[in-house]
């Protein structure tokens, strides 16, 4: 097999472990729950899992959740099932940041008593005053040289509630005049009489991310906290933390470049007013690319692997057309689902020569890629449906489907030559009219005769009737994503569905999740959320055709 070439993160892991700064490899995915996980996530996820596997390590699911005001339980749940999808396994490896109030309050005490924290008067907008510009220096806090004393009593008269919201923080004592505005004695706790999601309301004050990050990784004894890019500002602070309150062998943080879709919506926030606004049905709307989403539409956990794995990882931000996500899902699920016919905006076949009331059972292979999947038997007759598209009266030129005097092959199973059409008083085509050919049956008895079109149908009277629905791109991509208000330029036409859908009989069985290729139509599956027993909806993952390429190389 070719060797691939390691990626950055790779490479330093290997030069730590050969230096022994670390004996082994421990990563984590840290989300807020403050939103479902979007295709970025994955990233991030499959990344951290990857490594951890990789080099035989652990891999840890925690939540960051140390701010009560946007974290909910749902949240949480939704967030586990997708990793869990994922394929990222965290064993027993769960953890909650909020678990750690006891020992970061502890943290920030050892601080105080190194004389590296000290209780603040100031109000927020002080702070913002005091903290100087990229070209100026910040101000010393007032209360800056308070004595270790005074700092420990003040803090905890914090935590046991006798100041109001704001009145007082904790600040770190690193230094006011850094070129690095996140070293200017960031505030690590903060005054706020919030009800917590897990610890209730036995807090009333808070630690803040730069503090309490650092904190999780290091009591967990993650190895590498891999994060994104606009962390790295906040790597000096990240160091300065696990240093000064005293770690034998401090979390490393290692930042690579986010995941961007061209003409996509992944912000939590965006998605969030999508939800919030009724113009999706959910955070696992099918045109999101939320994990709940691209899971409901029909992606695989191994569509997203190959996809990330697609995208390696840098440290340049770059950007990712939603194609390569398409070609992926269309890659895996091409030898996975059984091709079926099903007609989606149906008209009448009627074959004029063939005896009414008869019907026969022809043979179709399932996949022809794939022989594992077999074969199935499928009811033909007099009357069928075909695509609409598939006649025209005055055909265009190079139009190889139904049309007066042209004969076709009716997929699996005879040729048949058009004779004509009915229509109803308004022009309307009601019904296409054919004759066929007995001696064409399945491949046999045409030697030397060419046709040059070959369509779908099923059987009118026993086809199962459906929805399908089909999606575009919720952004207007011809506007772009945003509007000068920044909010997002939806596409009105983004959902169609189609309700006078026609499949093989034995697809009102179809199970949630089951997809199927549509013969020419694309790759469906089954809607989880508005398919009932016995009557499926078909939600479309994606179409046959794709302009993308895979990268040679
Ligand atoms: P926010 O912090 O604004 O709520 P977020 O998307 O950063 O949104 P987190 O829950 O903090 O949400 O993210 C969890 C992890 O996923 C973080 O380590 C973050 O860096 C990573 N992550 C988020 N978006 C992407 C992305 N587009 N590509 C790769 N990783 C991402
Ligand atoms: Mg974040």
Same mark, same amino acid.
């Given at each position: 097999?070719?060797?691939?070439?390691?990626?950055?993160?790779?490479?330093?892991?290997?030069?730590?472990?050969?230096?022994?700064?670390?004996?082994?490899?421990m990563?984590r995915?840290p989300?807020?729950?403050?939103?479902?996980?979007?295709?970025?996530?994955?990233?991030?996820?499959?990344?951290?899992?990857?490594?951890?596997?990789?080099?035989? !390590?652990?891999?840890n699911?925690r939540?960051?959740?140390?701010?009560?005001?946007?974290?909910?339980? =749902?949240?949480?749940?939704?967030?586990?099932?997708?990793?869990?999808?994922?394929?990222?396994?965290?064993?027993?490896?769960?953890y909650f940041a909020?678990d750690y109030f006891d020992r970061m309050?502890d943290a920030?005490?050892?601080?105080?008593?190194?004389?590296?924290?000290?209780?603040?008067?100031?109000?927020?907008?002080?702070?913002?005053?005091?903290? !100087?510009?990229?070209?100026?220096?910040?101000?010393?806090?007032?209360?800056?040289? $308070?004595?270790?004393?005074?700092?420990?009593?003040?803090?905890?008269?914090?935590?046991?509630?006798?100041?109001?919201?704001?009145?007082?923080?904790?600040?770190?004592?690193?230094?006011?005049?850094?070129?690095?505005?996140?070293?200017?004695?960031?505030?690590?706790?903060?005054?706020?009489?919030?009800?917590?999601?897990?610890?209730?309301?036995?807090?009333?004050?808070?630690?803040?991310?730069?503090?309490a990050h650092p904190l999780e990784d290091a009591f967990e004894g993650i190895?590498?906290s891999?994060?994104?890019?606009?962390?790295?500002?906040?790597?000096?602070?990240?160091?300065?933390f696990v240093?000064?309150v005293?770690f =034998?062998k401090p979390p490393?943080?290692?930042?690579?470049?986010?995941?961007?879709?061209?003409?996509?919506?992944?912000?939590?926030?965006?998605?969030?007013?999508?939800?919030?606004?009724?113009?999706?049905? %959910?955070?696992?709307?099918?045109?999101?690319?939320?994990?709940? !989403?691209? $899971?409901?539409?029909?992606?695989?956990?191994?569509?997203?692997?190959?996809?990330?794995?697609?995208?390696?990882?840098?440290?340049?931000?770059?950007?990712?057309?939603?194609?390569?996500?398409?070609?992926?899902?269309?890659?895996?699920?091409?030898?996975?689902?059984?091709?079926?016919?099903?007609?989606?905006?149906?008209?009448?076949?009627?074959?004029?020569?063939?005896?009414?009331?008869?019907?026969?059972?022809?043979?179709?292979?399932?996949?022809? =890629?794939?022989?594992?999947? %077999?074969? $199935?038997?499928?009811?033909?007759?007099?009357?069928?449906?075909?695509?609409?598209?598939?006649?025209?009266?005055?055909?265009?030129?190079?139009?190889?489907?139904?049309?007066?005097?042209?004969?076709?092959?009716?997929?699996?199973?005879?040729?048949?030559?058009?004779?004509?059409?009915?229509?109803?008083?308004? %022009?309307?085509?009601?019904?296409?009219?054919?004759?066929?050919?007995?001696?064409?049956?399945?491949?046999?008895?045409?030697?030397?005769?060419?046709?040059?079109?070959?369509?779908?149908?099923?059987?009118?009277?026993?086809?199962?009737?459906?929805?399908?629905?089909?999606?575009?791109?919720?952004?207007?991509?011809?506007?772009?994503?945003?509007?000068?208000? %920044?909010?997002?330029?939806?596409?009105?036409?983004?959902?169609?569905?189609?309700?006078?859908?026609?499949?093989?009989?034995?697809?009102?069985?179809?199970?949630?999740?089951?997809?199927?290729?549509?013969?020419?139509?694309?790759?469906?599956?089954?809607?989880?959320?508005?398919?009932?027993?016995?009557?499926?909806?078909?939600?479309?993952?994606?179409?046959?055709?794709?302009?993308?390429?895979?990268?040679?190389?």
């Amino acid at each position: 097999m070719e060797e691939k070439s390691r990626n950055f993160i790779e490479i330093e892991i290997d030069k730590d472990l050969e230096n022994g700064v670390y004996d082994s490899v421990m990563t984590r995915f840290p989300p807020e729950p403050n939103g479902y996980l979007h295709i970025g996530h994955a990233k991030s996820i499959l990344l951290n899992y990857g490594l951890a596997k990789e080099y035989n !390590g652990k891999f840890n699911l925690r939540f960051d959740d140390t701010n009560p005001t946007k974290e909910k339980t =749902e949240f949480v749940d939704s967030i586990k099932e997708d990793v869990a999808w994922l394929g990222a396994d965290w064993e027993d490896r769960l953890y909650f940041a909020s678990d750690y109030f006891d020992r970061m309050y502890d943290a920030a005490v050892t601080l105080i008593k190194k004389g590296k924290a000290y209780v603040s008067e100031l109000s927020a907008d002080q702070i913002k005053q005091y903290r !100087g510009t990229l070209t100026e220096p910040g101000k010393n806090d007032p209360d800056r040289d $308070r004595p270790v004393e005074e700092n420990l009593k003040l803090f905890e008269d914090m935590k046991n509630g006798r100041f109001k919201d704001g009145e007082r923080t904790l600040r770190a004592k690193v230094d006011m005049a850094s070129p690095n505005m996140n070293m200017r004695d960031p505030v690590i706790y903060r005054v706020a009489h919030l009800t917590h999601h897990n610890t209730g309301d036995k807090w009333c004050i808070y630690p803040m991310y730069d503090f309490a990050h650092p904190l999780e990784d290091a009591f967990e004894g993650i190895s590498h906290s891999i994060c994104t890019l606009e962390f790295e500002d906040h790597r000096p602070i990240y160091n300065w933390f696990v240093e000064n309150v005293g770690f =034998e062998k401090p979390p490393r943080q290692i930042e690579f470049a986010k995941l961007y879709l061209n003409n996509v919506v992944t912000g939590k926030r965006y998605i969030k007013k999508l939800v919030e606004d009724g113009i999706v049905d %959910g955070w696992d709307d099918p045109r999101l690319v939320s994990i709940a !989403g691209l $899971r409901r539409r029909g992606y695989t956990p191994e569509s997203i692997q190959k996809f990330v794995e697609l995208c390696g990882v840098s440290k340049a931000n770059s950007t990712v057309e939603m194609d390569m996500l398409e070609y992926c899902i269309r890659e895996d699920l091409k030898h996975k689902d059984k091709r079926v016919m099903a007609v989606l905006d149906p008209v009448k076949l009627i074959i004029d020569n063939y005896p009414e009331g008869q019907t026969e059972l022809l043979d179709a292979v399932n996949n022809p =890629e794939n022989e594992a999947l %077999g074969s $199935r038997q499928i009811e033909f007759g007099r009357e069928l449906y075909i695509e609409r598209e598939d006649f025209m009266e005055e055909p265009p030129k190079k139009y190889f489907r139904l049309f007066p005097g042209n004969e076709v092959r009716l997929m699996h199973a005879y040729f048949v030559k058009c004779v004509g059409c009915d229509k109803d008083e308004n %022009g309307n085509i009601t019904a296409v009219h054919c004759t066929y050919d007995p001696e064409t049956k399945q491949g046999t008895g045409f030697e030397g005769r060419k046709v040059k079109g070959t369509i779908h149908w099923v059987k009118a009277d026993t086809a199962f009737k459906c929805t399908a629905r089909l999606y575009e791109n919720i952004v207007d991509e011809e506007k772009g994503v945003y509007n000068e208000n %920044g909010e997002i330029n939806v596409n009105p036409g983004s959902l169609k569905e189609m309700k006078d859908c026609y499949v093989e009989p034995w697809l009102k069985d179809a199970k949630v999740y089951d997809s199927f290729q549509f013969v020419r139509n694309g790759f469906f599956c089954v809607d989880s959320r508005d398919s009932a027993p016995g009557a499926p909806v078909f939600n479309r993952v994606v179409s046959l055709k794709s302009s993308f390429k895979l990268p040679v190389g």
